[in-house]
């Protein structure tokens, strides 16, 4: 208990951010339109992602280019428990996590013990998450190239996670997982383990020097990061009702989940989140140009690709510019201004 | 000593596979099939080589990793097409200006937009190449739209009087059939290793291009500048997928993301043949083609890429360095 008050007092700013962040976001739903709203969920669903991408990227520093894998279990555990055995999703969400955590336990041992770093550890990752997609894609037991559709409900579900009458309620849900993944990661950070990943990510050398073992701080981020990965993967399952191994195994789902963190800046408790937002919001205004442009640019109309192109050169221009994400660019500016 | 007598053991292996497998019942069965897996195996592996191998020199000089390099291919293959379509011009000609054509682009990539994040941590410059491959990819789609094309040479099954031999194409050896545009494409790859070997060994630049990957400030010390060294290399590595994209050409259906698909392949290829390791590449790109038709033949119902990502990781976990790379960790 005294350890868990010391942890409230140490951390009391973020635990402040993150009410009021929780409460602004929870104004979301209200005069928007159910396709917004959709948007938003997924935004928060990548978000979650992130967070947990972010914990063996950015705080332990092993840059993981396949983080697909874990989301792709996560859906994939929730998907066959709940319409092979009809196990409800939120005890799904838990064993998906629980499953992903293992993987990484055992694909993070494999590949640390070989002393894979940098680039190659990246594309150590990338592999895993292939040969999941490819064996999920042949298997079966997991619908093999079908995938799973999982059954409707019909109606609002809380038991089995489905609300198509209140699309607000299933943003309620994303948002307070977003907000338990944001509690875990301000847990991790202030925790002993926590400060042993940084150590390993900034000198590896120097900690294993002062007596850390740097092989169980990556073994623990990973798992970590695996649980919540998993979670909002098992989560994007119930929200498009349906999961095969291309979409949630899928390399691009790997680039989604290390875009949000990266945007918004690695390594930090936020950055997920608000690389999620400005991600979202870019996404749609560039898509909304491209389908109904002013009259200047009427010629730009419904062309296929071309909101891609757009979204492909700001991120170009933001790499080169701001290489600190979001986060850093502002803090940077406010430093500048001597705020 | 320990090398010479593992490499004995391996050979070793080979002869004792290649002199048993022909007398089995197995082989009586399938050795058309196992001819046909060997030769297009080996003839895309020689592509798959070419590819690798500007990716390996912008990996292992620049320590990049390039997600880009497929989708550069892209270009060289809608160039190819392109200059097929509207001047009849031959895939094997347009390779004189799609190979200049991609050192130019590459340059500028490297000049514009590599060089700024040089000094960034890999995930900035592994995103950055991303959002470039994003650009082309889409830029593609805008253009051409998804409607795949493809081209069809008009003497791709002729027959060829060499003087001494006629060949008939598409070829018949052991059984398998070989297809006129996937021979050339192997044998201008294995030319093009060649011709980016004795650069990279034989000439100044390439000596100054081995010191800048080695030890880049002390190149600078003796008068090298790196900057410049880095943006040939990009240059050298995006020719190479130029030349590649008109290769392929003829074989290939010409989709906005035609190129993407060998970026991963490539990535397998330099790791398998040791990053920045030209034989390397050229012996990893054979290794890749056969793993991916030999895994098709002996697990069925499985993709092609199985068999590739097994190699990889094990190559991944047991020998990083590739199997012709120097030990590096």
């Given at each position: 208990m005294i350890r868990l008050r010391q942890l409230v007092a140490a951390s009391s700013k973020d635990l402040q951010i993150l009410l009021a962040v929780v409460a602004i976001l929870a104004l979301v739903p209200l005069g928007v339109s159910r396709f917004t709203l959709s948007v938003a969920t997924a935004a928060l669903i990548f978000a979650l992602a992130g967070i947990g991408w972010n914990v063996l990227s950015g705080f332990a520093g092993q840059f993981s280019f396949g983080h697909a894998a874990y989301f792709g279990l996560g859906a994939y555990t929730v998907?066959?428990?709940?319409?092979?055995?009809?196990?409800?999703?939120?005890?799904?969400?838990?064993?998906?996590?629980?499953?992903?955590?293992?993987?990484?336990?055992?694909?993070?041992?494999?590949?640390?013990?070989?002393?894979?770093?940098?680039?190659?550890?990246?594309?150590?990752?990338?592999?895993?998450?292939e040969l999941l997609r490819l064996t999920f894609n042949n298997f079966d037991y997991v619908g093999a190239s079908i995938g799973i559709t999982i059954p409707l409900a019909g109606g609002d579900s809380w038991s089995s996670l489905q609300f198509e009458d209140t699309p607000e309620i299933r943003y309620f849900v994303a948002l307070a997982l977003v907000a338990l993944g944001i509690l875990a990661v301000i847990a991790v950070k202030r925790s002993r383990i926590g400060s042993r990943m940084l150590a390993v990510r900034e000198d590896e050398e120097a900690a294993a020097s002062l007596g850390i073992n740097p092989l169980r701080a990556k073994l623990f981020a990973i798992s970590i990061s695996g649980f919540i990965t998993a979670v909002a993967g098992g989560y994007y399952a119930m929200f498009l009702m349906f999961v095969d191994s291309d979409l949630v195994f899928g390399?691009?789902?790997?680039?989604?989940?290390?875009?949000?963190?990266?945007?918004?800046?690695?390594?930090?408790?936020?950055?997920?989140?608000?690389?999620?937002?400005?991600?979202?919001?870019?996404?749609?205004?560039?898509?909304?140009?491209?389908?109904?442009?002013?009259?200047?640019?009427?010629?730009?109309?419904g062309v296929n690709g071309l909101d891609q192109v757009i979204f492909g050169v700001i991120l170009v221009v933001v790499i080169i510019r701001a290489p600190d994400g979001v986060l850093g660019w502002f803090r940077r500016f406010r430093k500048r201004d001597g705020v | 000593m320990r090398g010479r007598s593992r490499t004995a053991a391996w050979a070793g292996l080979v002869v004792v596979v290649a002199v048993a497998v022909p007398q089995s019942a197995w082989w009586d069965m399938n050795h058309t099939v196992f001819a046909q897996a060997v030769v297009s195996g080996l003839l895309i592996g020689g592509v798959y080589s070419l590819v690798a191998m500007g990716l390996s020199?912008?990996?292992?000089?620049?320590?990049?990793?390039?997600?880009?390099?497929?989708?550069?291919?892209?270009?060289a293959i809608y160039a190819s097409y392109l200059l097929f379509q509207n001047y009849g011009l031959d895939p094997?000609?347009?390779?004189?200006?799609?190979?200049?054509?991609?050192?130019?682009?590459?340059v500028g990539i490297q000049r514009f937009a590599i060089n700024p994040v040089m000094d960034a941590p890999v995930h900035n410059q592994l995103l950055l190449t991303l959002g470039i491959a994003i650009i082309i990819?889409?830029?593609?789609?805008?253009?051409?739209?998804?409607?795949?094309?493809?081209?069809?040479?008009?003497?791709?099954?002729?027959?060829?009087?060499?003087?001494?031999?006629?060949?008939?194409?598409?070829?018949?050896?052991?059984?398998?059939?070989?297809?006129?545009?996937?021979?050339?494409?192997?044998?201008?790859?294995?030319?093009?290793?060649?011709?980016?070997?004795?650069?990279?060994?034989?000439?100044q630049l390439g000596a100054a291009i081995r010191a800048s990957a080695q030890e880049p400030e002390g190149a600078e010390l003796v008068g090298i500048d790196v900057d410049r060294i880095y943006?040939?290399?990009?240059?050298?590595?995006?020719?190479?997928?130029?030349?590649?994209?008109?290769?392929?050409?003829?074989?290939?259906?010409?989709?906005?993301?035609?190129?993407?698909?060998?970026t991963i392949i490539a990535f397998v290829v330099v790791v398998l043949g040791g990053m920045g390791?030209?034989?390397?590449?050229?012996?990893?790109?054979?290794?890749?083609?056969?793993?991916?038709?030999?895994?098709?033949l002996f697990v069925p119902g499985s993709t092609k890429f199985l068999g590739v990502f097994v190699v990889f990781l094990a190559v991944l976990l047991f020998r990083p360095e590739g199997i012709l790379g120097r030990v590096r960790r």
């Open positions: 998907a066959v428990t709940f319409t092979r055995y009809s196990i409800s999703p939120w005890v799904g969400l838990v064993l998906g996590g629980l499953v992903a955590a293992i993987f990484g336990l055992l694909a993070g041992w494999i590949s640390f013990r070989f002393g894979l770093k940098g680039a190659y550890f990246a594309l150590a990752t990338f592999a895993f998450a390399p691009f789902i790997s680039v989604a989940i290390l875009l949000r963190p990266i945007v918004g800046g690695v390594g930090t408790i936020w950055g997920p989140v608000v690389g999620a937002a400005v991600l979202s919001i870019l996404g749609e205004v560039t898509r909304s140009l491209v389908r109904d442009p002013p009259s200047i640019l009427q010629a730009i109309e | 020199l912008v990996f292992g000089v620049l320590d990049i990793i390039n997600f880009a390099h497929g989708a550069l291919m892209t270009i094997y000609l347009s390779l004189f200006i799609t190979i200049p054509l991609m050192f130019i682009i590459g990819e889409n830029l593609a789609l805008v253009l051409f739209t998804g409607t795949p094309r493809s081209i069809e040479l008009a003497y791709a099954r002729n027959e060829f009087d060499l003087g001494v031999v006629t060949l008939d194409f598409p070829l018949r050896l052991f059984g398998a059939v070989v297809s006129l545009p996937k021979l050339i494409a192997f044998l201008v790859a294995l030319l093009l290793a060649g011709a980016l070997y004795l650069l990279i060994q034989r000439t943006m040939i290399t990009f240059g050298v590595g995006a020719a190479c997928v130029g030349a590649a994209g008109s290769l392929v050409l003829p074989f290939l259906f010409v989709s906005p993301t035609a190129g993407a698909t060998f390791s030209i034989p390397g590449a050229l012996v990893g790109g054979l290794v890749i083609g056969l793993t991916q038709e030999l895994t098709q």
